[in-house]
Each structure stands twice: as C-alpha cells, then as structure tokens.
C-alpha cells in the first residue's frame, strides 16, 4: 500500500515538471515569434559585432582600393602594380619641397588638391566607421596605407600657417600629351594660395582631410596624428580668417575643379575637428553659421564641391550617440536635414528624387554620373547604421513611416547596379565580373609599360582599337547616361574615365555592405 501511494507521488511529481516545462518552451516559443515578427514590421536587427562576410562585395572592395594605389605618385614602395614605376619624383622643387607623393587625379597626371583632399576625408571616414569591417576581409591595411601616402603629400604641401600648395602641374600642358606618368618630361608648375591669394574651399577641405586621418592614426601612430591635427587647426584658421574663392582669385582652375562656394567645406571642416578634438568651439561654429552655409531643409548631394549632405550625416551622429547634445537645437537642424536627404533617396517615398534611371541608379549629371550615385547610397548606409545601432528603427518622410534597413537596401540597389545588375548586364568596377570596360580614359592603363614614347607619339594607343594593355583594376568609371546607355571608348571622358574621389566613396560604400556591424559610438 505504501509502495503505491510512492509511485503516485513520484508519477504526478513528473507530470507537474513536464506542464512546467511546457509552459517555459512555449513562452520561449512565443518571445522568438514576437521578435520576429517585430523585425518583420521593420524594427530590423541591432547589428553587434561583424557577421557573415559578402563575398560579392569583398571582391570588389579590395579592388577598389588598388585603384589608389595605380594612382601614386613618387617613389613607389613594395609596388604592387606591375605597369606602375616611380614618376613625379621632382614634383615640388622649384619650391624646394618634395611634393612627389600623393595621387593622380584622374586618367591624367594632375594632382588637384581640391578632389585629392575629399578622397583623403572619405577614405578617412570609411574607416573610421567600418575599419572593424575592412579589417576581416584583409583590407584595412591598405586602406590605411594609401590615406597616409595622401596626407603625408598634403603635410608637405602646408609648409607654413596661410601657404598650401594645391596642384602640381598645368592642366593645358599635361591634357594634350598621351603618355605614362613614369616618361613626362613637362614642366610641373606648382598653384597655390596664400593670405594675399586665399582660397578657403581648398585649406577648408584639406583640413578636414587631416582632421579626420588624424582620428585614423590617432592609436597606432600618436605622433603623425598630433602632427595632421596640428596642420588641420591651422588650415581651418586660414580657411576662416582669410576667407575667399580659390575659383575666383585662381581663375584657371575654373575649367577643372571649379568651386560653387566655400561655406560646406567651412562646416564640414569644423565638424571633423569637433569630433577630433572634441573642442566646443567648432560645434559652436557649425550651429552659429548653420543658416549662413547650411542651406537647411533643401537636400543636396554630396560630391568634391559640395559636402553639405555629408556634414548634415555626420553631425548627425552626434544626436544618435551623444545624449549630452540631444537638446542642441542648432545640431536638429542638420538632422532633420540629413533625414530630407534620406527621404529623397528611398524609392517609394513621397520626397523621392526623380533623378532615377529606369533601373533604379540614381543619377543627377552625365558628367561622371555614379559619384552621386555611390555618395548617396554611403550617406545612406551610414544613416540606417547610425539608426540601428542606437534602435530607432523607422524613419518618417511626409508622413510615410520606412525602415531604417530599407536605406541600406536602397544603398545595397546601387551597389549592385555598378558591380553589374543592371539593364546594361556590365559592371562599371574595371575587373570585376565578366563584362566591364575595356577602353578607359587612362593614360597609364592604356600604353604598354615597355614603350617608350613622348607627348604625342602616345596618341597612338590612344587611337588604338584594342583594349587597353593593363588593367587598371578598381578603377570606377564615369557611369551611364540616364538612358541607360554606355559606350566604352578612350575618348568618352564623360562616361569612361576613373577618378579617385570615386573610389574612395566606393571604398566606403562598399565597406559598409562587406558585413554587418554596429556604428562606433565615437569616432574618437
């Protein structure tokens, strides 16, 4: 009798434990579903450290950052570029400095401070925010390597408070020849600005490029980076206390890299020391000259000339990250500014831009159509990041709620559509797929390295109907037309020539997408 009444105990004992453990499996059930189905209403993942790698989009990182290196300028170290040697070795010395480094500009052999200096912050910036990305498919190194062969120029160039040197050769005696950097024989004549000829967009621009590289170098190399933040302080001193046009007081210029105003590299400038240096001073700029350069409420797209949306994007940040300033009515403005610019970009919202191909790519000039292309689609990765990473998941446009990962889809669209899916079926990444230029507007990729040739006996392989004879691989040409048409010839420098500033916001939108990871909470 004893014995029963044990095992009755002893079975109901059981049964209770089991219900019990039901009960916990179907809560767990029921929190996985409910999260689940809250992502699928579009509150989307907080990214967490980098995940699964994108190959497709590793690939073409790292081929986008071995155009910066085909376009080194000066004595070339652990040259990884078999049709690439040294050249521009006396670049700088009837100054008596040596301003050999640096990048070529475009297919031509110019350095132009004004594009080289936004290629330095971009690139800076995409490691700032994606270096831990960049790091896990091996490409951090270089990316690193190529900002510091860029500043290290531009340290040189600044060789006292109000002098920076802003190009290195004459664009009219440099266009009519066709031949390698490593044979040019021209004269190199040196353009700069000074207190009595200022040119604020320039020092502006430069110094925001040091700013930034500063933040970059700031752990492995304290010293160079003190020395960049020293140069950036200075420049942006020059750029404000002597305020004028480089266009203007420099004329030539105009038919190049002609500049539309200096206030967006005044602001951005000043917002790449706050976050270098963290002085209020330069938060106190950017909100007391906000309504002067800001031009709030009208979106813009971000390029070489003007750099309003990218500093409405990074001063944005510091409202994601800094509770501190959550209250700063003047930083509001460039957020809800930076959000016009992200509302114009999602396809189905009611601000969309109309500046679209058929396919999809956004396109607002056929002068070099995939910079605003690839600038935009960054901004827009950063921005989703940025929302994601502090959960505030939804945008609003007009009313129309979105998810903050329908920006990274609309930056994953363009990404796709340059690297090939498009109606063209080509890739506009020089080696990258099956189909891409074979005919850039290159004048190193398209001469033999062993030919020997001068100004205009080089016209030769310009005229030459094969393919250019070394792959400029990386090299983002200019783009289609917004009827989706390409032609892939020598002598389509709107469509068919690669740029450095290109790249580096390929570097960085492709960065962005290579994995998945959480937004720095400073960048300091």
């Avoid at 110019?110 to 990305?133: C, H, N, R």
């Avoid at 797209?301 to 300033?325: C, E, I, M, P």
Wanted: hydrophobic share 35%.
């Amino acid at each position: 009798m004893g014995e029963e009444k044990s095992k009755s105990r002893g079975w109901c004992g059981w049964f209770i434990a089991l219900i019990v453990l039901a009960a916990v499996i179907l809560a767990v059930v029921y929190m996985v579903k409910s999260k689940l189905k809250k992502n699928d209403d579009g509150d989307g993942p907080v990214p967490g450290p980098p995940g699964a790698i994108d190959k497709k989009y590793a690939d073409a990182l790292k081929l986008s950052l071995q155009f910066l290196d085909i376009q080194k300028s000066g004595r070339l170290v652990d040259n990884k570029i078999p049709w690439r040697g040294d050249s521009g070795l006396k670049d700088g010395s009837e100054a008596k400095l040596d301003l050999s480094k640096g990048l070529y500009d475009a297919g031509d052999h110019i350095k132009f401070g004004f594009p080289m200096a936004f290629t330095a912050t971009v690139l800076s910036w995409s490691i700032l925010e994606y270096g831990d990305q960049m790091d896990v498919v091996n490409q951090l190194d270089p990316a690193k390597e190529s900002l510091r062969w860029t500043t290290d120029y531009f340290i040189k160039a600044h060789p006292s408070d109000n002098v920076l040197y802003i190009q290195v050769g004459d664009p009219e005696v440099d266009h009519p020849c066709w031949e390698r950097p490593e044979t040019m024989k021209q004269k190199r004549p040196l353009t700069k600005i000074d207190a009595d000829t200022p040119g604020s967009e320039v020092a502006a621009e430069t110094a925001a490029a040091m700013a930034s590289a500063s933040l970059v170098f700031k752990d492995s190399d304290p010293q160079y980076s003190a020395t960049l933040l020293k140069h950036a302080k200075q420049l942006f001193d020059f750029a404000d206390t002597k305020r004028g046009s480089y266009s203007v007081n420099i004329p030539e210029v105009q038919n190049y890299y002609n500049s539309t105003g200096y206030g967006d590299e005044l602001l951005w400038a000043a917002s790449w020391l706050y976050h270098a240096t963290e002085d209020k001073t330069y938060l106190d700029y950017v909100t007391k000259h906000g309504n002067e350069f800001a031009s709030f409420g009208n979106p813009t797209w971000f390029s070489w000339d003007n750099k309003l949306a990218g500093t409405q994007v990074l001063l944005s940040r510091l409202l994601f990250f800094k509770k501190d300033l959550a209250g700063s009515k003047g930083l509001a403005s460039y957020r809800d500014t930076a959000k016009a610019v992200m509302c114009g970009l999602l396809p189905k919202s009611p601000t969309a831009t109309t500046s679209r191909s058929n396919g999809g790519l956004v396109l607002v000039s056929e002068w070099n159509a995939l910079q605003q292309s690839v600038s935009a689609a960054f901004l827009a990765s950063l921005f989703s990041d940025y929302m994601l990473t502090s959960r505030l998941h939804k945008i609003s446009c007009d009313g129309k709620i979105f998810k903050a990962t329908e920006l990274r889809d609309f930056a994953k669209s363009q990404a796709d559509y340059i690297l090939g899916k498009n109606p063209m079926g080509m890739s506009f990444v020089v080696g990258y797929g099956d189909k891409y230029p074979q005919y850039i507007h290159h004048r190193g990729a398209s001469i033999p390295a062993d030919a020997t040739t001068g100004c205009l006996d080089g016209f030769e392989y310009f005229n030459s109907t094969k393919p250019n004879p070394n792959v400029a691989f990386g090299a983002l040409v200019g783009g289609p037309f917004l009827n989706e048409t390409f032609r892939d010839a020598r002598d389509n420098v709107r469509q068919n020539e690669p740029t450095t500033y290109n790249n580096a916001l390929l570097v960085g939108l492709l960065s962005s997408l290579v994995t998945t990871s959480s937004a720095p909470q400073s960048l300091k």
